[in-house]
């Protein structure tokens, strides 16, 4: 029970956001039980599921800096998905955080308490390897690798997997990859298929079968609040998200 | 003389290195003197200009930790363009930085002896409104932010806006916008247009009337370590980058 999944990049806007509301949503609705932790000051993942994070006065920074029990911050979104909200005290905090005892491991902490009432957890990081990434790669069984197919995010590999073997080797030796997500795939250009091969030669069987194509209808949906598969059920970008829901599973049998 | 730049939003992917690399190089064209500092530890403006960043034993952080002379660090990329590279010691210093003295002045102070060289200094910002952002943001004259056409980065420009005023009451009180840059702008959907009705509703005339269209040359032109006025010098990608090098030199008359 209770698996934790660090959703995580350092490279901006590669789709982590995009992920853990699509995959979460995509995953409640084949009655799995979902909670997304958001731990990026933006707080993306809680406007795209139409929370507004300058109203929740419970959220990850009360948890992580004032000690209250995460349970009283977890808000139902639709049936079996939960999340846990940011708010905007978290920006700002980095210096509060860092110089807290045992700082890597506070949300590791906080999620004991609850990691078996739920079949997935997982954790939306913000674009950077800062104190909160640190703290969801403590936390996490596992990481989740959106790649943008472009230039710049292959470039910014190597350093996310330094980052991880360093965690692996001093605060999490269990942590592996859960796997490796192409998105924006864009089938006009040789770029992704060129991106699309170098990461099958490193990464092998960890990158999903399922790709997430450019669709405009997964940028559109969180303008209303909504994941895709809520928005435009019939979409490319919903069923996109609906087939790595599918492919998950079976790495999680 | 010596106008410094900072080229930041926290919100990831929305085109800060790419205008970095571009707006640079098409200043350098119509013989303006440029620097352009990378302050982002991806390094994605070193590569953007062909730098390896593993490679470069002196760079921004050398200067603003060890304290040597930015001048030592500078490379020439090509006729008047030149650059302060980043290289892998960045990743990881934030606690190193945030213990120093006067922390949120050191890049200001190692550019002060430069500032002259220069018709015009670019700093491109990770996307985090971290330490690194905060000195980028006391060095500077102006911002120039890179807004992406999309729901999210249209989200964040709240946070980035309360950031930058706090800059201005505490540290650094003639910081102003130096504009807003539309970017991967696409004419089949509503939501850029959304997206630029509302920006321009704020900031007025701040906004560039150029705008830069989503162009699979800007994307690709980074892989051969080229910005687009040479890679690829007829595409609607470089084009826009030129236009706005016209109209960024209109208002800097
Ligand atoms: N497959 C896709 N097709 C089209 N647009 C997409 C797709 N995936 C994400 N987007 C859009 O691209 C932008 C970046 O995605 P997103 O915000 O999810 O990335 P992120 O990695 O979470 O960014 P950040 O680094 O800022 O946290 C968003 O505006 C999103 O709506
Ligand atoms: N107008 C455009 N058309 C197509 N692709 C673009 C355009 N501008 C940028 N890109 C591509 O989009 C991606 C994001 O751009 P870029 O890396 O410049 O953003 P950034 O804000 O610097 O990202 P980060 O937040 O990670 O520093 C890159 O792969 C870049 O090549
Ligand atoms: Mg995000
Ligand atoms: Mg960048």
Same mark, same amino acid.
């Not at 699509?22 to 809680?46: E, F």
């Not at 005892?101 to 997982?122: C, P, Q, S």
């Not at 989740?144 to 197919?149: A, E």
């Given at each position: 029970?209770?698996?934790?999944?660090? =959703?995580?990049?350092?490279?901006?806007?590669v789709?982590?956001t995009t992920?853990?509301?699509?995959?979460?949503?995509?995953?409640?609705?084949?009655?799995?039980?979902?909670?997304?932790?958001?731990?990026d000051? +933006?707080?993306?993942?809680?406007?795209?599921?139409g929370?507004?994070?300058?109203?929740?006065?419970k959220?990850?920074?009360?948890v992580?800096?004032?000690?209250?029990d995460?349970?009283d911050t977890?808000?139902?979104?639709?049936?079996?998905l939960?999340?846990?909200?940011v708010?905007?005290?978290?920006?700002?905090?980095q210096v509060?955080?860092?110089?807290?005892?045992?700082?890597e491991?506070?949300?590791?902490?906080a999620?004991?308490?609850?990691r078996?009432d739920?079949?997935?957890?997982?954790?939306d990081?913000?674009?950077?390897?800062?104190?909160?990434?640190?703290?969801?790669?403590?936390?996490?069984?596992?990481?989740l690798?959106?790649?943008?197919?472009?230039?710049?995010?292959?470039e910014?590999?190597?350093?996310?997997? %330094?980052?991880?073997?360093?965690?692996?080797?001093?605060?999490n030796k269990?942590?592996?990859i859960?796997?490796?997500?192409?998105?924006?795939?864009?089938?006009?250009?040789?770029?992704?298929? +060129?991106?699309?091969?170098?990461?099958?030669?490193?990464?092998?069987?960890?990158?999903?079968?399922? =790709?997430?194509?450019?669709?405009? %209808?997964?940028?559109?949906?969180?303008?209303?609040?909504?994941?895709?598969i809520?928005?435009?059920?019939?979409?490319?970008?919903?069923?996109?998200?609906?087939?790595?829901?599918?492919e998950?599973?079976?790495?999680?049998?």
């Amino acid at each position: 029970m209770g698996k934790v999944i660090a =959703i995580a990049n350092q490279k901006g806007g590669v789709g982590k956001t995009t992920t853990a509301v699509n995959l979460s949503s995509a995953l409640a609705m084949k009655d799995k039980k979902i909670l997304v932790i958001d731990i990026d000051a +933006q707080g993306n993942t809680c406007s795209g599921f139409g929370l507004n994070k300058e109203t929740e006065d419970k959220s990850i920074y009360e948890v992580l800096v004032e000690g209250i029990d995460i349970r009283d911050t977890i808000k139902e979104v639709s049936k079996n998905l939960y999340i846990v909200p940011v708010n905007l005290n978290l920006a700002g905090s980095q210096v509060e955080i860092l110089e807290m005892e045992d700082r890597e491991k506070l949300l590791r902490k906080a999620i004991e308490k609850i990691r078996n009432d739920y079949d997935f957890i997982f954790i939306d990081c913000p674009p950077s390897l800062d104190i909160m990434t640190l703290n969801a790669l403590v936390a996490a069984d596992s990481v989740l690798i959106p790649l943008q197919c472009e230039y710049y995010a292959l470039e910014g590999l190597a350093q996310l997997l %330094k980052t991880i073997s360093i965690v692996q080797k001093r605060l999490n030796k269990s942590l592996y990859i859960e796997g490796v997500l192409l998105t924006m795939f864009d089938t006009r250009t040789n770029l992704s298929t +060129q991106v699309m091969e170098e990461a099958i030669s490193y990464f092998k069987d960890k990158v999903y079968k399922t =790709i997430i194509p450019r669709n405009v %209808k997964l940028s559109e949906a969180p303008s209303f609040g909504l994941p895709v598969i809520n928005y435009d059920p019939s979409s490319v970008g919903a069923k996109s998200y609906i087939n790595l829901a599918n492919e998950f599973l079976e790495r999680n049998k």
